[in-house]
């Protein structure tokens, strides 16, 4: 069977992705702007031991998740896990849990798009070659706000977001239904991710033909309990290596 769909992970994947522990210095700031109260009303922890404290509290939330494949509400991922420890109203997070969800995914975390992200899908647009996106996030704006600034988002015929669904990958919900509203057949589509965790075994537990793994920093991070049988179809370093995997795949 010939690839006629190619899926993608976004953060690690299409662009690339870091923690950046700098923005310690200006939490205090962010947090009264985005929550509109003083941060002596939050608590009374310098900007260093609350971003410590927040980040300790959402890697307990990322485990629950990834043994769960629950991608939380926002509004739930910050009340009950990231500022548990915080005097915050119900309210006032509830009111301002995209923006809170936003900053953790633009500004805690940064993102660039990879190097030849625009001339690969420019390659499988042109070999017609359909394409979507799969991605697990914490935000309901993040994605599709990356995808319009880096000028992308017309390769894209469906955008998979893990809190749409309330599951995340490796579930094989979000893969069928990616499928499914692009009338594509999993035997002739691909995923591309940089985990094995949850975008390789996600897609082998949905079936698709092919997956390729290309490693980002948080690799590591989210395949620590990986399972060793877990093995990719290509593992590649540049997005630039797909286009010709695909023609080498789709000879006839």
């Keep these: 069977m010939k690839i006629d769909t190619v899926l993608f992970d976004m953060g690690g994947t299409l662009e690339e992705i870091w923690y950046v522990p700098e923005i310690a210095s200006i939490l205090p700031k962010r947090l009264e702007q985005i929550l509109q109260i003083p941060y ?17 509290n959402y890697a307990m939330y ?71 996106v799969i991605s697990n996030t914490g935000s309901f704006t993040q994605v599709r706000e990356s995808l319009k600034n880096y000028r992308i988002q017309s390769f894209f015929e469906v955008i998979v977001l893990s809190v749409d669904y309330g599951i995340r990958k ?37 079936g ?8 980002s920093e948080f690799t590591k991070l989210s395949d620590v309990e990986v399972n060793n049988e877990l093995v990719p179809d290509f593992i590649i370093n540049s997005l630039m290596e797909i286009p010709p995997i695909i023609d080498e795949i789709n000879k006839v």
């Design 62 to 132: 990322r485990k629950f998740r990834e043994k769960s494949c629950v991608e939380g509400h926002p509004a739930m991922v910050w009340r009950d896990w990231v500022l548990k420890d915080y005097a915050v109203e119900d309210q006032i997070i509830f009111n301002h849990h995209e923006e809170l969800a936003y900053f953790w995914e633009t500004e805690v975390i940064t993102r660039k798009c990879r190097e030849g992200l625009h001339e690969m899908l420019q390659g499988l647009k042109d070999r017609g070659i359909r394409m979507g």
């Design 208 to 215: 698709l033909s092919k997956t390729i793994q290309i490693k």
């Design 170 to 206: 490796p579930h094989p919900f979000l893969f069928h239904d990616a499928l499914k509203r692009m009338h594509s057949k999993s035997s002739q589509a691909m995923y591309v991710g940089d985990t094995l965790s949850r975008d390789v075994a996600g897609a082998i537990s949905a």
């Design 40 to 56: 002596g009303d939050i608590t009374n922890e310098d900007g260093a031991t609350c971003y410590s404290r927040m980040q300790k």
